[in-house]
């Protein structure tokens, strides 16, 4: 349940690789500024979930940056809420089956609560131009215009 944001990922990934060439702590302001601009996705992801009580809190983000690439992952935590993604069934509504408290003698449906793509889409646009924001910003204390 993974979905990037719609900013090139490879002009992040560069931009991160110039402010980690540049003296100070860039690259830090670069990441935490990311970082901070996905927590609206999280909120968002939790807030769909809201009718869960263990979904929401397992909702978190991932920032990675590597050479090439660069993503902003917004996950839920199968360990914390191992229900999340039955419920969510691949944000097809419906039903979905399963066996009762691990019986393969016994299988119900379930009503699905799909609620991971409704949070990011109701987000991502703001997400986007805050993350454009940040970049902005990193990109002129390098020097760019």
């Not at 691990?102 to 949070?119: D, K, M, T, Y």
Request: net charge positive; aromatic share 6%; proline share 7%.
């Amino acid at each position: 349940m993974d979905l990037e944001a719609r900013i090139d990922p490879r002009d992040l990934a560069s931009l991160y690789q110039q402010a980690k060439a540049a003296e100070g702590a860039l690259q830090v302001e670069l990441r935490r500024g990311i970082k901070n601009a996905a927590k609206p996705l999280v909120a968002a992801v939790k807030e769909s979930a809201s009718f869960s009580s263990r979904i929401p809190g397992a909702v978190g983000s991932k920032v990675s940056f590597s050479r090439g690439s660069a993503t902003v992952t917004v996950v839920v935590d199968p360990k914390k809420a191992p229900e999340a993604a039955p419920l969510n069934n691949k944000d097809h509504s419906g039903t979905f089956r399963h066996p009762v408290f691990g019986n393969r003698e016994n299988w119900v449906a379930q009503p699905a609560h799909p609620f991971f793509l409704s949070g990011i889409r109701e987000a991502a646009p703001a997400v986007d131009r805050e993350m454009l924001a940040v970049m902005d910003r990193v990109a002129k204390a390098l020097g760019f215009k």
